[in-house]
């Protein structure tokens, strides 16, 4: 089992910038992706970026070109950098590998 714990969300100014991070214990061994999802409220979790163990990376459209997703494996730690945030992109940011999933962080951006 893999134990996955996201930080690094908070409030901030359409425009600005965030970057999460995704500190993974347990079962690291079995990790090949790891993915970030989001939630806003009232609608669907949504997949958003992911890195393979290559450090392969996807994108939704949604967000390609202002969000980066980077790896440190010596950390066992993902991140999501976020740039040029808008309204839109208010949402509970999750981490995701395998089975398991973080709590989630919240991020807010206002207008």
């Known amino acids: 089992q893999v134990q996955l714990v996201e930080s690094g969300g908070g409030l901030v100014q359409a425009g600005g910038s965030l970057r999460l991070s995704c500190a993974a214990s347990?079962?690291?061994?079995?990790?090949?992706?790891m993915d970030w999802y989001r939630q806003a409220p009232g609608r669907q979790r949504e997949w958003v970026a992911r890195?393979?163990?290559?450090?392969?990376?996807n994108y939704a459209d949604s967000v390609k070109g202002r969000f980066t997703i980077s790896r440190d494996n010596a950390k066992n730690t993902v991140y999501l950098q976020m740039n040029s945030l808008k309204p839109e992109d208010t949402a509970v940011y999750y981490c995701?590998?395998?089975?398991?999933w973080g709590q989630g962080t919240q991020v807010t951006v206002s207008s």
């Open positions: 347990g079962s690291i061994f079995s990790i090949n992706a």
């Open positions: 995701h590998a395998g089975i398991s």
């Open positions: 890195i393979n163990s290559a450090g392969t990376t």
